[in-house]
């Protein structure tokens, strides 16, 4: 569906082309009110073959395009007939409800907002003297306990997208999830002081890199970081994560190879001592709007853009990630809307301003979404809605299927609005969903992210509610499905464009 620049006022509603088994319930081709899935989308995925595209340059100066594939999916380097078997539905959305409470904390500790206790929250880790990382532990401000960033490892290893990209020289190939949610990159590397869990790819050796160096812990570069400290006269990073999940590790430069691009002198973390629930991939690339991230780093090669396209579907399809002045001239049809970047630091905040559900603004004053604030990103797998704008998004989509006729299911983990869809054929009927964002942006969001798919009998609305209406909105990754997603950070704005892989 073309997106198109959206107002919020009341739209005339729309005959829909109809669902065979739902012919007499609905009419005419061409409508704005609702989209068409396909059924055999609902299905497992047969073993499939992937055809990747190639890395590209856009052309002097213009930056360059990387495959972007899922985690699990068959084109994933990460894939293989030994490899782990990929988590369920239960353990990527207990993990993705992992990783939004780490974004609400990280936001009400950048923003100054209070922040609600969660029920069963996992208590920030401390790293003592005796623990598996305890030659470092002193380091860490120079205390010997450290009080490290809480999140959620496991979320590494779920709804997430991975590129490949070169560390060193000559260039190591490394396997990354990507993140909008993140600014330091890092990877495990050699030689592992204790440990490092088990990952596809060979580890990266500083050793067999010309072009590698520690970074001196007098750096500002150091002192930038949200945890550092010293060994010796180098810096040490480290993250640990709610999970009990770790990397920590020496920060260095090392030259970065994108696709054909080489970013010189890249700080990263070289991490020596991993644990946890990481999956098989070498680490994190973070592409947030810190210091430390890509995205800033090789600014002067960039410019501060990059868009990324995730594919409908895991199997058999690949996206792709463009960094570069490239990635806006590609995504030329995007809408957009402004970057809010007094909100915080490193996530991507934008306002949201309304939904619209089969072509109809919902009810919901526009103080809601202008109370919590949004962001947008690409590690969370489900839209996350304040309470009072979630109820009136599942109370239309309910009446809108309740008059397609489908039939209900029990809920499933956090999504409480699911169907039982056993049995159809050719092409189902959905309401058409739509965020509408300042600017008169609009994401018509496609058919294949209105829904997530449990099992054919257990078919879920996307969205899920905050724990309430303070608690920052976050566009998920399931919701960006087949779209260019636009970030310019020297214009300061963030943009959708439509059908782009």
Not at 115 to 136: M, Q, Y
Not at 308 to 327: I, R, V
Request: charged share 15%; glycine share 12%.
């Amino acid at each position: 569906m073309a997106s198109s620049a959206c107002r919020l006022s009341h739209g005339s509603f729309c005959l829909l082309v109809l669902l065979a088994a739902s012919a007499a319930a609905l009419g005419a081709a061409g409508s704005s009110s609702h989209v068409q899935l396909s059924a055999q989308s609902l299905l497992p995925a047969a073993e499939s073959s992937c055809s990747k595209p190639q890395e590209q340059q856009h052309g002097a100066g213009t930056g360059m395009r990387m495959p972007v594939v899922h985690h699990h999916g068959p084109c994933s380097p990460l894939a293989g007939k030994r490899g782990k078997a990929a988590p369920s539905h239960t353990e990527i959305l207990a993990a993705d409800q992992r990783r939004v409470e780490y974004i609400h904390r990280r936001v009400s500790e950048t923003t100054g907002r209070a922040a609600r206790p969660k029920r069963g929250a996992a208590p920030p880790v401390h790293l003592r003297p005796g623990s598996p990382s305890s030659e470092f532990a002193s380091a860490f401000h120079a205390t010997p306990s450290a009080n490290l960033p809480a999140s959620s490892g496991e979320a590494l290893d779920t709804g997430n997208y991975v590129v490949t990209i070169g560390l060193g020289t000559p260039a190591s190939h490394q396997t990354v999830v990507f993140d909008t949610g993140s600014d330091t990159t890092w990877v495990q590397c050699q030689p592992c002081v204790a440990h490092c869990y088990r990952q596809k790819e060979t580890l990266f050796s500083p050793a067999k890199s010309s072009t590698y160096a520690n970074i001196s812990c007098s750096s500002t570069d150091c002192t930038d970081l949200d945890v550092s400290g010293c060994d010796g006269a180098n810096c040490l990073y480290g993250v640990q994560y709610g999970d009990g999940s770790y990397t920590i590790g020496f920060y260095a430069r090392d030259t970065l190879t994108l696709a054909h691009d080489a970013v010189r002198a890249f700080r990263f973390g070289c991490g020596e001592k991993n644990s946890g629930l990481f999956g098989r991939a070498a680490g994190l690339m973070g592409l947030g709007r810190g210091k430390s991230s890509v995205t800033v780093q090789a600014y002067g090669k960039y410019g501060g853009v990059f868009s990324y396209c995730l594919p409908a579907a895991p199997s058999g399809t690949t996206g792709f990630l463009d960094l570069g002045p490239g990635a806006a001239a590609a995504s030329a049809n995007a809408r957009r809307t402004p970057m809010l970047t007094d909100k915080g630091p490193t996530f991507y905040y934008v306002g949201m301003t309304g939904i619209k559900v089969g072509g109809h603004v919902l009810a919901i004053p526009e103080s809601v979404f202008s109370g919590a604030g949004a962001l947008v990103d690409s590690g969370t797998v489900i839209t996350r809605l304040p309470p009072s704008a979630y109820a009136p998004l599942r109370s239309a989509f309910a009446k809108a299927m309740d008059a397609l006729g489908y039939k209900k299911a029990p809920a499933f983990s956090i999504l409480d609005t699911c169907y039982d869809l056993t049995g159809y054929q050719g092409s189902i009927a959905l309401p058409a969903v739509s965020l509408v964002f300042g600017g008169g942006a609009c994401l018509d969001v496609d058919a294949s992210g209105i829904l997530y798919v449990a099992d054919v009998s257990q078919v879920c609305l996307a969205f899920a509610p905050n724990d309430d209406d303070t608690e920052v909105a976050i566009v998920g990754n399931t919701q960006q499905k087949t779209y260019a997603v636009l970030y310019d950070l020297g214009k300061k704005v963030v943009g959708f464009a439509p059908g782009a892989c």
